[in-house]
Each structure stands twice: as structure tokens, then as C-alpha cells.
């Protein structure tokens, strides 16, 4: 079964705004077991809307467009498609009470430029916006043919396609005997590793049908085990226990779980505190923790001791170890992560400093090179790198390593 | 002239990496005065390739397609798009000869799967890839028809493209009488006033035929302005001139500027020192600022100071202070600004406060209320906002004011 996806809006293809819908789609769509075959983006012009729709509709019998729907002069997807598909429109009541409601709730005056909005194809389906007032549209075509029309904004887009259209899309094109998809996250190992760990022990649920995949970003490795038709839940359950069992201790999460996430909860789980000393990484360590909701609860305080005269005012590094080793050294990253826990009482203490770049690298310690210090009530462990990458990567896979090295402390610690 | 742009790679239609070819080759080629018609995304299919790069060569003169390229088995681009060209391959020394070296220069042994990058379809140009293995190939179709292919990886394919691909484009398709384009970046106001404040200002040279648009993202807004045909430069000077005069107190810079390099620029300039006490934010001030290269001449210290101990204890605020006036006040936002600038004998010391959320949010200080305090030698200022965003989208904004409360102060000093 073809899937495609057309995003609309002028502002993609002049390249002013990231393109978010397609991966995010794509996701969700393969994640239940409907393959995307083509994307294509557009701008807002009628005659480009009318082709690529009439094009995707050509081949495909899924076909989801996105943006235009606004209350706006250059919103015309609605229009135009009802023209290509020779529909008149009218007004429905429901979706201009919809409006109206929207603006009350919000105590402003409901422009009368909104009320557009409510002009809907006839016999289309109409999927109620709440996150906004542009609502969703389900249309068909020849035989058995779905087109279905988002509202741009990914706020709106999202949780109406989690929750209203997915659902309508199973019903239309239910997957013959089912569908199952796990994908697990790993950090620590590469794709290469995790592919030779993995390889062996799944060999015989692969003949079996099991699809086995790995997606590797700078920093991540994402395991992906799905199957389709009779006992796919069956499949993919085994499957999982063989990779939690194989590469368990590589293993944060699942599906869209962040390593920042996982951390916090294993820390609020333990009911433990964390104190941060930032060199290199410049606050980053500290962003990605107060990222997740609840962090309050693990995250006492951070420094960033950016000079060195903070690494000595703040964190008490002794002068002749800056002296001796220098602030890129791993006897400075040890006293960096114990005088942060001393210094807050703390349960943890994580302590970063590296050669961020682009300029400050040496023969003996290159650009990239860093030391990670985690300070528990045991003492203090370290990890020495080379990430040699452009600085915002740097930051990230630094990031990763930090926090994998807490991580890994904490299930050790329990287990 | 049609442009099409066609991104390879079935990880874009699983939803596993996140498109950013899109925006960069379309911003690109707008700024230069070349307009993307349609972008397309597909499989590593051959028969999904193949149609995909027909069907684009049917409508546009300028056709670049993106992956596939490289040595493993799904990089099947060249092949397919040669097979469809009716071209054989023959391998081209200079290329054998370039990946040898990338090898021998890393010091590892060349795998002999990297030689087929070298195979390169009769009559193709060859472009070196400088930072990678895969060369870029330029190709003739019809009459004056243009395929490009470049590699996958955003490293590679940008430097190739800005450095020698503009170059070929601008050669085969000349824009008659010239095009000029300044894209200025502003933050502190909104597209609306951005739009008053520019649209009777620039009346007349719109008339003569000036382009002008504005691009609204959360927090900031840019402003381009541009031109085509005889006098295009000259247009365009003219309306930099105006939105300078116009709105230059809202601008911090030009293109692919981002705010903080605007505001690391500055202290640099003035050989000024910072110092962060960051609570909501927690670290993603130090984050921005430390992404800018030579942000370490400018930033002393930081501190996130999330709990309320770690104010007391890292900044100086009163006891008094926090329980009268809770953490996220005036008060406290001085207190702590202050507090940060004294202990560390930075010039300047940036301080925010606030309620992220999605929960701590009250009837008098709802979720999102953000205090920012800037201390200076002459004292404390402060500005209070409600930032009603996402977690994400709250640090972003906030920062965003506390980084332009910062350049407004630097500024306004020196004026």
C-alpha cells in the first residue's frame, strides 16, 4: 500500500522554516506499521497543491497533506483541493461554534478572518482541532482512496494525528493479521557492536520474519525489532527479551525516551541529589537535565567554571593541580567533581572538562580530548575522550558520555 | 525556471533522521535568487529513484538529488540515476586516487568497498569532495537540463555545495540582470510592529519592486528584502539602509547571525566579562553563550542555582528575600544578579528566575512568569515577562530576552 505525505508552505521551499512534519509522520506512520513511500513538499500555490495531490493520488491510496488550512490569503489548501476532487464547500455550524468557543475561552474577540476555517468540503469528515481552530479533514477518493488534511502548526498536527487520525487509519486499512514494532535506544556503543552482539541471538526469530534494524546518530544507536501478520506480538515480545537480555546494559529506554530522561527517574527513584561542575560543555549538561519535568528534585545546583579562577573559587581545585596537569587533565576533573559534591552535600557529583574547539588542541592533548568525573560517596571515577567533532556535536556526545557514566553508577549501585 | 530537489535515504521514510538538506539547499539557492519548485523524499529504491528523478527532469531544468553515494550496499543513486541517463560508468583515477589518501591521511587502511565510490557515469563532472570520500557529479539532460548529485552526510554536502556547486549553478543559469537578497534577524518584537514599523518606510521601493518578507519564529523575527534584475544591488542597499535607520535597535545582526554571537561579539569588542546565575533556564544561557567560539575570553562563571539553598549559599539572596517574596520575584532576581556579579567580579552578571512548568504555576504568578535581572556597575535592572510556552520553548525565549536585555544594555552604553 503506497502511503504519501505533502507538506505545503511557501516558507519551506524559500528554506525559512525546518521541516519537522515529515520525520515526525513518517515516525508514527512506520512505528504502526504503514510504510511512507514518497514525501513532497510545496509551496502555497494552487496550481503546485492541485498536481502534487493529484499526482499522490495517482499512486498512492493514503494521502496526508499538511498546512493551509489557516485563516490566512495564502492558506488555500482546503479550497483547492475540494476543486481538484469537485467538491463545494459549506459551512459547518459545529466547527464555527468551535472557533467561537476557542476565542471566548481565551477572552479575546473572534476575528471574522476565522471563521473560514469552518468552510468544509462536503462529505468530509471533520476532525475537531483541540489545540487550535483550523480542524482536521478526512476525505476519500476513487475506490477506497483516504485523503486526509492537517492544520501546520505541530502543536495542533501532533496530538490530532496521535490521537484522532491514527485511529481512522487502522480502521480504513487495517494491517492484514497485525503489526508489532519495539524500537530500544542505546548510547555507549556503536552500531557495528550492537549489530555484532545482536546478530547471532536474534538469527533464528529473523527467520521467522522478524524485521531487525539499527538507526545510528552521533552518540545514539536505536535498536528496532518489528513484525507483521500472525503472531507479530509474539515475535516482537521474544525479540525483546533476547536484546534486554544480550545488550540490556546499553539499554536507557524505549520509543522516544531521552538518556536525560531516564537519568533523572532512576535519581528520583533512589531519591538522590546531583550537583554539576561544567567546564567544556558549558551548561549543556545542565539543559539537557532541567529539560525534564521534575528535575528539581535530583538537580541541586551547576557550575560553570568556564576560567580557571572559577574551578579554583568555586570548586576548590587546587592551583598547583592546574599548575602540574593543566584544566584539561584528569587530575583537575577529580577534584573538580569532588569539591562540587563536598562543597553542595550532594549525593553525585559530575564533573566535565575538555578541548571544545575549533582552536586549543596540543600534539598531547588534541582538539576533542576530555575527562568526565563522577564523585559519589566511594570516590571519584573518571573516563578520558577524544570527540573529535564540530563544537555543538562535542557538546552532545560529551553530554552523553556524562550522563551514561552517572547512569551506569546508579543501576550498578542496585543491581 | 524549475528547481527540484530530491532527498534519497529509506531512514527519511521510516521517520528516522530528521530532513535538514531541505531547508539548507533551499535557503541557500533562495539567497541567491534561485527558487525551489518542489522537494521530493524517497526510499533507497531503485524503481522509486528512478521515477522520482524522471518525473523531476520532465518539469525542472535544475534537478539536485541528495545520498546514496556512498560504499555500502543501499547507496544505489549512482547507479540508477547513470541506467536512466543511458551512461556507463568507467572509474575515474582522480577520485581513486582522492580516497586513498583520506585513508592514508587518517592513517587506516582504505576498505576496498570505497573504491566503487570512485565509479563515475560517462560524462559527468567530477567535484572533489573535501571533507569525505563520495565525489559530487554534475550532469547534462535535454537541452540545458542539470543533475547534480551530492553526498549524504551535512558535512560533506555543505561545504560542496557553497564552495563549488553555487558556482556551477550560477554558470548554467545566469539570472538575467543580476539579484541581490540581505536577510536581517531581530528579536524583541513582534512580526506585527516589525511590519508597521518597515511597510510605509519601504512603500516606495516595493513600488519599484522590492521584495519584502518576514518570517516569524518564536522569538525572533527576520526581515528580507529582495531584488532582481538591473539595479537589484542598488535596490537593496537602499532598503538596508531604511530598516537599519528604521528598526536597527531591534537587530543584532544579518543571515545565519545568531544572538549570541551578536553578544559575545560585543563583549569581546568591549573587552567586557559576564557571570550567569541561572535558575529556570538551568544552564542553557551558558549553553548559547559557550556555543560561540571565543566565548571563554567573555564568560567568568556560571551558576544554576535550582534550588533554593544553592541561591542562598552560591549568590548571597537573603533568607528574608525568599521567603517574603518567593524565588521567582523581583526581589530575588536582583538579589541574585547582584549577588553573581559581586562574587565573581564579572563587568556583568545575567540572572533569570521563573516557572518553567508544566507545573508550580499560581493565580498571581502563573506558569511561564519570568523575572531577568542584568547587574552592571551602575546597578540592577530587571524585566519581567510571562513566557506561556512549552519547557523547551520557554528556555529558548527567555534567554532569547535576557541575551537582548544584555545587547541593549551593551549598546546603549556605548551610544
Given amino acids: 500500500m503506497n502511503i504519501e505525505i505533502i507538506n505545503t508552505g511557501s516558507e519551506l521551499l524559500l528554506g525559512r522554516v525546518l521541516n519537522t512534519h515529515q520525520q515526525w509522520l513518517c515516525r508514527r506512520l512506520a512505528d504502526n506499521g504503514y510504510e511512507t513511500t514518497r514525501q513532497v513538499a510545496i509551496s502555497d500555490n494552487g496550481e503546485a497543491i492541485q498536481a502534487a495531490v493529484r499526482e499522490a493520488m495517482d499512486r498512492a491510496r493514503l494521502v496526508i497533506v499538511t498546512g493551509g488550512l489557516g485563516p490566512t490569503s495564502d492558506d488555500i489548501t482546503r479550497d483547492k483541493i475540494a476543486e481538484l476532487l469537485g467538491c463545494e464547500l459549506h459551512e459547518d455550524p459545529g466547527v464555527v461554534e468551535h472557533v467561537r468557543s476557542f476565542f471566548t475561552r481565551r477572552k479575546r474577540p473572534m476575528p471574522a478572518s476565522t471563521r473560514i476555517q469552518a468552510m468544509v468540503p462536503d462529505g468530509a469528515e471533520v476532525i475537531v482541532n483541540d489545540h487550535g481552530t483550523a480542524p482536521g479533514l478526512v476525505m476519500s477518493f476513487r475506490d477506497g482512496g483516504c485523503l486526509i488534511m492537517l492544520p501546520g502548526p505541530p502543536r495542533e498536527l501532533r496530538p490530532m494525528f496521535a490521537e484522532k487520525i491514527l485511529p481512522v487509519i487502522k480502521e480504513r486499512f487495517p494491517l ?5 514494532c519495539v524500537t530500544f535506544k542505546s548510547t555507549g556503543v556503536g552500531e557495528s557492536q550492537m549489530e555484532e552482539l545482536l546478530q547471532e541471538p536474534l538469527g533464528e526469530l529473523v527467520g521467522r520474519g522478524l524485521d531487525l534494524g539499527f538507526c545510528a546518530r552521533t552518540g545514539e544507536v536505536d535498536v528496532r525489532v518489528a513484525a507483521r501478520g500472525e503472531g507479530a506480538a509474539e515475535l516482537v ?90 584544566a584539561v587533565s584528569e587530575a583537575t576533573v577529580i577534584e573538580m567533581a569532588r569539591g562540587a559534591r563536598e562543597r553542595t552535600g550532594a549525593d553525585y557529583a559530575l564533573a566535565v572538562t575538555g578541548i571544545a574547539g575549533p582552536t586549543g588542541g596540543t600534539e598531547a592533548k588534541p582538539l576533542g580530548t576530555v575527562f568526565i568525573g563522577l564523585a559519589t560517596a566511594g570516590g571519584v571515577g573518571t573516563v578520558h575522550r577524544i570527540n573529535s567533532f564540530d563544537r555543538e556535536t562535542f557538546k552532545f556526545v560529551t553530554a552523553q558520555q556524562a550522563l551514561e557514566l552517572l547512569r551506569q553508577e546508579i543501576v550498578g549501585s542496585e543491581g
Same sequence: chains 1, 2.
Fill in 176 to 180: 492484514g493479521g497485525g503489526f508489532a
Fill in 237 to 326: 515480545g521474544q525479540a525483546g527479551e533476547i536484546v534486554r537480555r544480550v545488550a540490556g546494559r546499553h539499554l536507557y529506554g524505549a520509543e522516544d525516551d531521552q538518556l536525560e530522561e531516564a537519568v533523572v527517574a532512576l535519581m528520583i527513584k533512589k531519591g538522590a541529589t546531583l550537583a554539576l561542575a561544567e567546564s567544556c560543555t558549558g551548561g549543556y549538561l545542565g539543559h539537557r537535565i532541567t529539560n525534564v519535568s521534575g528535575a528539581s528534585a535530583v538537580l541541586m545546583c551547576g557550575m560553570i567554571t568556564y576560567s580557571n579562577e572559577s574551578k579554583l573559587r568555586l570548586l576548590g581545585v587546587r592551583a598547583e593541580t592546574l599548575a602540574e596537569h593543566g
